[in-house]
């Protein structure tokens, strides 16, 4: 119980328990799949035990649908039918058993379940192409067959009396009975329903989406780094889609070859992911230009994959946490002095190393009374935890902590803290002679364990009335006009939006686009059917245009005679009809369409848009017969072309927002085209020079801010908000706040500037969520406003806490290991502002500190 309740209340599978993700069910079948594997081996009767070795892979193969962790655990379970097969085993025994843990590893990860699907394929593909039969005919006759031999094997070993054949072969078949759940996949997608990520609706999709090819895949064992350069391009596997009864192959999967001697043993230091090789530089000290060699190599490995991605991870569920702060650092017993940022932090957990310590004790105990269960255990906390961390080759940024993944560590340490009460119950022998009594007190006093780990998680695992995430999707989708069209960014903007709208209903009519998927085939083709309340979208490329393998990426490369821009109607006609005008060779022979013209310009029907009404009276001088932006000397993906294709097609007819979430390096360089009109901007064919960051609608977004938002709870103290709450819709809030209020105070609107400021200090207070590098931002806002109370009392919390947060980096660490720029931007952004409201006595405090900082970093003047 105290090793249960241990794990229960441990940081990381807490978080998996309450988080609506896989990992939690995973944790479940890891720790039942572990179980029966011990319950089978107390069974004496091997026709009763061999159900339990049944039962298990039967197990294993419902994990599968789930989560493919629990299949780590099968080497070191072997070692459990090795030692019970074997009363008296050897270190080469143990070997083998091992090993052949990992072969049938090996055969369920890559033989059943991408394996069985791919080798059913070729059999579809021959049947149809090469015997003219129908769809499904090669997939029915390899299930027929498939099944009929293994029917065969389990009957014929049942007739000779072949107890280990046959326990094999029915563990084989009860792995693929529950391998089976996954085919609700397959149906699923057959309806075609409003998400269907792969588009797994044949068996051909339904490998791609098992081999999660959508991702980029990692050198293991032997590979390029990152400084590796491609030198050419091979034809890997065929790619196939479905073609009037046949299967037509459309494309080669890549596979490149680097430069030679750019491969390296176990390869750390590898991602093609912009900004990535930059990182890598910065951890390893490694100049431009320079290759790694196995010194930066193993340096990264230990310092970053198993230092900061795992161990760091392990020490918080069992020593202690500092903060909910992504990349917080491990919380020592002895450590106290810490800002009231992080002291004061929900997520500030000090377990006194009691954890960690009680399951020490457990690792002493089971190495001198119970050394096989060590091996075993040990092996599982190693398979669960190092090994997986050098099998992910986690890259140098990830877009949130990673601990979940290595819950089955975590889970395999609280068996040793469950067995570190019996290592006090030892220690007890000569003080308590009751044995009863001797128990009793060795349990009251271990259970303080789990007991410290539930007071101090409590407050920030808790999520009751937590509700911001679905507000945060409806306020971004109420931020668009009826019938909209909007690009959003990755899975913190998609998945409250997908949620709201496939759940709850809300806002249907809005079209949202998510540009991570905008490249893939599966998902152009979604676009152009109707979805919910929303009509399919305007596209002129056909789908040759768009199928896998096609105009992925169009390297920029200017054309003389379209220096000056080239249309943008015409330019997508030129790729609807590979016309070879803007097309140039590749190394493989082939050819390739590109951007001639870092300018595009679309024509524009001013009398059908000033007929829409869609420009307000004052930006009408703007509305010219052509819209003209600068997209850049850079390639451009598929993705971005999909949404050139919309934007060409659409003719203004339905509304296209950006969210602002995604950043400006994310709209194709239309910054000054687009309208602000809540969490989103919209794209008018008005520019407004010098708009870097967009323009202000001040009349539909003050309408949208004040009257069509949802705050629930934000104003609660009681209620947690965590580290990615703090982010990204927390930010995004105050921020369409503060440009609201800016704008309003700029077009003389002051009362109305006075609400708005107001609210946004109303909706999100610094005792639920406090103040930010924007809210710095309002203290200008509030003074122009004549709120100079409010403006000082809020510059003065916001000062004080820079200042003991930056004292504290400083004497810590120097500043070496945390960003000290958020705390100097609020201190500097105060001291502007007061000056700006002729407020010297504070502005003269505040620049003290500022500057005291500034001295203290070595940055003054700088």
């Not at 270190?91 to 394996?115: E, H, R």
């Not at 080239?566 to 097309?583: M, P, T, V």
């Amino acid at each position: 119980m105290a090793g249960a309740l241990a794990y229960a209340w441990s940081d990381s599978f807490w978080f998996s328990a309450v988080e609506a993700e896989v990992y939690g069910l995973s944790s479940f079948f890891t720790a039942i799949v572990i179980w029966a594997v011990f319950k089978w081996e107390t069974i004496d009767d091997p026709a009763t035990a061999n159900r339990w070795l049944i039962f298990t892979a039967y197990l294993v193969g419902l994990s599968i649908g789930v989560h493919l962790l629990n299949l780590v655990t099968i080497p070191a379970l072997a070692l459990v039918y090795y030692f019970k097969k074997y009363p008296r085993p050897g270190v080469l025994g143990g070997s083998v058993a091992f090993l052949a843990g990992l072969l049938v590893l090996g055969i369920i990860n890559a033989g059943i379940i991408p394996g069985l699907p791919e080798l059913a394929g070729k059999f579809e593909v021959f049947f149809v192409n090469s015997l003219g039969l129908p769809y499904n005919t090669g997939i029915i006759c390899f299930t027929v067959l498939f099944l009929g031999m293994l029917v065969w094997g389990i009957r014929f070993s049942h007739r000779t009396n072949r107890a280990l054949l046959n326990t094999g072969l029915l563990s084989l078949a009860f792995i693929l009975i529950g391998y089976a759940s996954y085919s609700l996949v397959l149906v699923r997608s057959g309806y075609d329903t409003p998400i269907n990520e792969n588009n797994p609706s044949d068996v051909l999709r339904f490998v791609y989406y098992l081999k999660r090819e959508q991702y980029e895949s990692r050198p293991l064992l032997y590979g390029p780094s990152f400084a590796s350069r491609p030198v050419s391009q091979k034809r890997g596997a065929p790619v196939y889609a479905k073609k009037d009864g046949k299967y037509v192959l459309i494309d080669y999967k890549p596979v490149y070859e680097y430069e030679p001697g750019s491969h390296m043993l176990l390869p750390r230091l590898y991602s093609s992911q912009p900004g990535h090789s930059k990182l890598y530089q910065q951890m390893t000290g490694l100049a431009e230009g320079e290759k790694p060699t196995m010194r930066h190599n193993l340096s990264y490995l230990f310092s970053h994959q198993l230092g900061h991605m795992y161990w760091r991870y392990f020490f918080w569920n069992f020593v202690g946490r500092e903060s909910d702060r992504e990349g917080a650092g491990v919380l020592l017993p002895w450590q106290n002095s810490f800002p009231k940022s992080i002291s004061q932090n929900r997520g500030h957990n000090n377990f006194l190393m009691l954890p960690f310590l009680l399951g020490i004790a457990g690792i002493i105990f089971m190495y001198y009374h119970r050394r096989k269960d060590l091996l075993i255990l040990g092996l599982l906390f190693l398979l669960t935890g190092v090994a997986l961390v050098i099998y992910l080759n986690s890259p140098p940024t990830e877009p949130r902590e990673r601990d979940y993944i290595y819950v089955g560590s975590f889970y395999i340490f609280c068996v040793w803290i469950g067995f570190g009460v019996l290592t006090a119950a030892k220690f007890l022998e000569k003080a308590v002679r009751r044995p009863a009594l001797r128990a009793g007190v060795a349990s009251v006093a271990c259970f303080s364990v789990p007991a410290i780990m539930v007071a101090n998680g409590w407050d920030n695992h808790d999520r009751s009335d937590r509700y911001h995430s679905v507000d945060f999707a409806r306020n971004l989708l109420n931020s668009c006009a009826p019938n909209a069209i909007l690009f959003t960014g990755g899975d913190n903007d998609t998945f409250p939006l997908w949620y709201v709208q496939e759940v709850e209903g809300f806002r249907t009519d809005v079209r949202v686009c998510v540009q991570t998927f905008l490249g893939a085939d599966w998902y152009i083709r979604q676009l152009k059917r109707k979805i919910n309340q929303s009509d399919a979208l305007p596209l002129s490329l056909d789908s040759g245009n768009y199928q896998l393998g096609k105009n992925e990426y169009l390297p920029f490369y200017e054309i003389p005679s379209v220096k000056g821009g080239i249309n943008l109607k015409e330019y997508l006609e030129l790729i609807h009809q590979d016309n070879k005008a803007i097309q140039v060779p590749l190394t493989s022979g082939e050819t390739t369409s590109i951007l001639p013209s870092s300018t595009l310009f679309l024509p524009v029907d001013t009398r059908e848009v000033k007929k829409m009404n869609i420009v307000k009276n004052e930006l009408l001088p703007y509305l010219s017969d052509s819209m003209s932006w600068k997209i850049g000397e850079t390639d451009l993906l598929k993705g971005d072309l999909v949404m050139l294709d919309i934007i060409s097609s659409n003719n203004w007819k339905r509304p296209v927002y950006f969210s602002s979430t995604m950043g400006s390096s994310h709209n194709l360089g239309l910054q000054e085209y687009l309208q602000l009109e809540g969490y989103a901007y919209r794209l008018l064919p008005v520019r407004v020079p010098g708009a870097s960051d967009g323009y202000v609608n001040s009349d539909i977004m003050y309408n949208n801010m004040m009257n069509k938002m949802y705050w629930r709870e934000t104003d609660n103290p009681k209620v947690y908000y965590d580290d990615t709450y703090r982010g990204s819709p927390v930010i995004t809030a105050r921020l369409s706040f503060l440009r609201l209020a800016q704008q309003l105070i700029a077009e003389k609107k002051i009362e109305k500037a006075r609400k708005v400021v107001n609210k946004a200090m109303a909706v999100m207070p610094d005792d639920t969520i406090p103040y930010d590098q924007v809210s710095a931002g309002f203290v200008g806002a509030l003074f122009d406003v004549g709120e100079n109370e409010k403006a000082l009392d809020s510059a003065r919390v916001m000062a004080a806490r820079s200042d003991e947060n930056l004292s504290w980096i400083k004497r810590t660490d120097g500043g070496k290991s945390r960003d000290v720029n958020t705390d100097l931007f609020i201190l500097q952004s105060i001291v502007r502002e007061c000056r700006r409201a002729r407020q010297d006595k504070e502005a003269d405090r505040f620049e003290a500190i500022f500057r005291k900082h500034l001295q203290a970093f070595d940055i003054y003047g700088g």
